[in-house]
């Protein structure tokens, strides 16, 4: 109820006015049933505008601090993401990438559409970066297609640090989905998860426009600036049966 409520009282018509976001490719939805929508990670309000323009309610897979923070505050905070459809995860620990996937799962389950960050955090300059392969590792342990979502100037509009929301149009771009069948039988096959994610994060590049780094932006938290980091990205070769 809330997560309506957000979406087209509290916060859903303040957006659309004030940010006037483009949309493409709704179509691309699923009227009914369970997709995995992977997006690129540009700024924490890119939760808000991608569920936006969908007409079916989209999960979100949060880190759980959000909902761990204590006193007042944290209370309402974990209000406020609980309602707005996002579903705690513990990062931290060896089995956090094992229990997010069982929880996205148990969503997909559900007939729900999944959504998720491939790159595991919001990017530090606005290039995409390399994608985690849990996504790949749903679509390949359930069948179920990958929906690119690219969203661009998010960053723009919420930037990291100080919290502001600045006067900026945003694109949401709903790509086509990405059929993995070709892979059947082949969950657990590292070079394949590398494999689909890397196609996920090519059409992800493709639709929004961002150079692509061939590095984990959560690598680059502890990097001097001027680092040098890989940039080239090939596309993965794909095969047919």
Same mark, same amino acid.
């Given at each position: 109820? &809330? ?45 808000? &505008? ?112 100080? &919290? ?18 070709? &892979? ?58």
């Amino acid at each position: 109820m &809330f997560y309506w409520l957000l979406k087209y009282v509290l916060v859903g018509p303040f957006i659309r006015l004030y940010n006037r976001p483009r949309v493409e490719g709704v179509e691309n939805i699923p009227a009914s049933g369970p997709a995995i929508l992977a997006g690129n990670h540009l700024s924490i309000a890119d939760w808000l &505008f991608a569920p936006l323009a969908s007409p079916r309610r989209i999960t979100y897979l949060a880190k759980s601090e959000y909902f761990t923070t204590p006193g007042f505050k944290g209370a309402l905070q974990k209000a406020f993401y609980s309602g707005a459809g996002q579903v705690p995860i513990d990062r931290s620990g060896a089995d956090a990438a094992d229990a997010a996937l069982a929880t996205a799962r148990r969503l997909l389950d559900e007939g729900k559409l999944v959504g998720l960050f491939p790159e595991g955090t919001r990017s530090p300059d606005g290039r995409l970066y390399k994608g985690k392969t849990g996504a790949a590792r749903l679509a390949l342990s359930t069948g179920i297609p990958v929906i690119p979502v690219a969203v661009v100037g998010t960053d723009e509009i919420c930037p990291p640090g100080p &919290f502001r929301w600045r006067r900026r149009r945003v694109q949401v771009k709903y790509g086509k989905p990405l059929d993995f069948s070709r &892979f059947e039988g082949m969950a657990g096959n590292r070079w394949v998860e590398r494999t689909v994610t890397d196609e996920i994060m090519y059409e992800l590049m493709r639709m929004s426009g961002q150079e692509y780094v061939d590095v984990y932006a959560a690598s680059l938290k502890n990097r001097p600036a001027d680092a040098d980091v890989v940039r080239e990205f090939r596309a993965p070769e794909s095969k047919a049966g």
